[in-house]
Structure formats: structure tokens, C-alpha cells
């Protein structure tokens, strides 16, 4: 595995354990400074400082939110320091409200070189399902 290829798994590593520890610093830290996200339901926000604002708003929504990357793919482009893959997700949470439940989904993510650190260009959450731990909840992405 070329280094290229370590350097994106620690930057999904390290954005999911920002979320874990609700460590803003490590998480905006790993956008591209013009970077795009894309939570669906018509929210995008472009640009990190606007990207760290609506997460800090949206984890004021959780008492507690576990997230695992469970697989992961990407192509890099070595000579034009960018890329594209997808990368997997659990999350397990406790709302501020005190409902609990699982989301399982993967983002679609862009990647980008800057000044030789692998950051997230853009990343486009993609929920298959969202709902009570016992999986009750229809799937989003059920075939037929």
C-alpha cells in the first residue's frame, strides 16, 4: 500500500474519532479549506469554516455518538494530488433527547493534496439506514 493510500485511511480514522471525542480542532482539520459537504435533504456547505459551524450545531443535537469507519475505498492520482473514494460507517448515538439509534452509510468522498496533507475535498453522506438499533426502521437503499 503506497503511502498516498495509509495517509487516507488515518484521514477517515482520524475525522471518525474527532467525532467520537467531539474534538473540533482534529475534525475541521481534515477539510480541505474549500472543501464541499453534503449531508443530503438539500444541505451543502461549502467552505471549512462553514462546514465546522453546522457540525458544532449539529453535535449540540448528541449526548454521545460512536462512530466506526468500516471499509473503504479510493483512487489517487499521485502527479495531481487529488482522488475520489467511499468510505463506510457506523454510528451508534444517544440524541440530547435521550433516543437512541444506529446509522449506518457511507460518505462519497474527494480528496485533495495541500502542501503534502491528504484532505477531504468534499464528502457526500449517503444514508442506507437511520433509525432504532434493532434495525426496525425501513432501509433506504432496499433492493426491489
Known sequence: ????????????????????????????????PDAVWELGKGRRVEGREAILELWNSAMDGFHAVVQN????TATLDEDAGTGSGRCYIMEHYVRADDTRGILLAHYDDEYTRVD?????????????YSGPRDLSAPFQNAWG
Open 1 to 32: 500500500m503506497s503511502s498516498s493510500r495509509f495517509a487516507i485511511t488515518d484521514l477517515t480514522h482520524l475525522y471518525a474519532d474527532a467525532v467520537v471525542r467531539r474534538d473540533a480542532e482534529q475534525w475541521a482539520a481534515t477539510w480541505a
Open 116 to 128: 503534502d496533507t491528504w484532505l477531504f475535498a468534499s464528502r457526500e453522506l449517503i444514508v442506507q
Open 69 to 72: 469507519v468500516v471499509n473503504s
